[in-house]
């Protein structure tokens, strides 16, 4: 095969040039199980979320991240921060600043789990920005979310100074988190929450040197990334292919991370508003139906 001769970013470059048709069916020679297993679940599962704490919301596939798609739609993607997500969605946040906002996974997530939150959603590449309000119309929370650019101190610093209330801060830039995540630059930062995907492979020592930076303000909960296994592809759905394939699922769940990849909870010891619970009567604040265990 061609990726076996060539180096793999030179093989990936080649195909990525060839017309999709063509890439399609080098796919299916390359990897039929893995292939076959990630065409079953985009056909059963229709767009929609099947598992996890963004269940019921719609994603179209995109080429932007066509690799984290399954994960996406089996609710594996980043199944370790699962009950921070959790804890997110239960506190009443009135502003998610969500750096790093790609397809909009999370910005749509949260809008759609905290109807009444605002959500800024920073991404750098505009060229994902319609994809991105196309998934917030086609959720019903195009209303919440505000599309921005590039985030950088001072365009991060002037939103967290004209943020509402409880504010959560998502950040995943790829090690740009490190600069942004300046309490001395920003001192809003000192009073209010934020979850970090920290890449110590981009810039080393960075989850360190954050808790060191945060713990006399904040605490900090810390998470690290784990290979996935079958048993976190969701119960219930198309239940004969874990049995069938169990090497191509787990292989179509993988995110591919390089190094040890951690995020950091970090909650405000001295926030800016006491936190609020979701109201109990609040359909939309509570999670839909999730298959998973
Ligand atoms: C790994 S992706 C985020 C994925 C997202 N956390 C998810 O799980 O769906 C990182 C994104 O950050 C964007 N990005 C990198 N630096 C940025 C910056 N300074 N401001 C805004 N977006 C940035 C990249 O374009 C990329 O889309």
Redesign the pocket.
């Given at each position: 095969m061609l990726s076996e001769s060539l180096s793999p970013q030179i093989a990936n470059a080649t195909v990525r040039r060839l017309p999709v048709g063509i890439r399609s069916v080098l796919r299916w020679i390359a990897r039929p199980r893995q292939t076959a297993v990630g065409s079953l679940v985009r056909r059963a599962s229709r767009g929609r979320i099947i598992a996890g704490p963004f269940a019921g919301m719609t994603l179209h596939r995109s080429r932007?991240?066509p690799h984290?798609y399954l994960g996406?739609i089996l609710g594996s993607?980043?199944l370790e921060i699962r009950p921070v997500i959790e804890q997110i969605a239960a506190r009443c946040y009135s502003t998610i600043l969500n750096?790093?906002?790609?397809?909009?996974?999370?910005a749509v997530g949260f809008a759609r789990r905290l109807p009444h939150a605002r959500v800024i959603a920073?991404?750098?590449?505009t060229r994902?920005h319609a994809l991105l309000a196309r998934s917030a119309d086609v959720n019903g929370v195009r209303a919440q979310i505000d599309i921005?650019?590039?985030?950088?101190l001072g365009n991060f610093g002037q939103e967290l100074e004209g943020a509402q209330g409880d504010v959560l801060v998502?950040i995943?830039?790829?090690g740009?988190e490190f600069e942004?995540l300046d309490p001395e630059a920003v001192r809003g930062l000192r009073r209010i929450d934020i979850l970090v995907?920290s890449h110590d492979i981009v810039v080393p020592g960075c989850t360190e040197a954050l808790i060191a930076r945060f713990s006399p303000t904040h605490h900090i909960q810390r998470y690290r990334a784990r290979a996935r296994v079958v048993s976190d592809f969701p119960g219930g759905f198309l239940p004969y292919l874990p049995r069938l394939a169990p090497q191509a699922v787990v292989a179509g769940m993988d995110e591919r991370r390089s190094g040890i990849q951690e995020w950091l909870y970090l909650t405000a010891k001295e926030p800016v508003s006491e936190p609020k619970r979701a109201l109990e009567d609040d359909s939309r604040s509570r999670p839909l139906a999730e298959i998973a265990k």
């Open positions: 932007f991240t984290y996406f993607h980043e750096v790093g906002a790609a397809d909009g996974y999370y920073f991404e750098e590449n994902i921005r650019g590039r985030c950088d998502f995943d830039i790829e740009g942004v995907e």
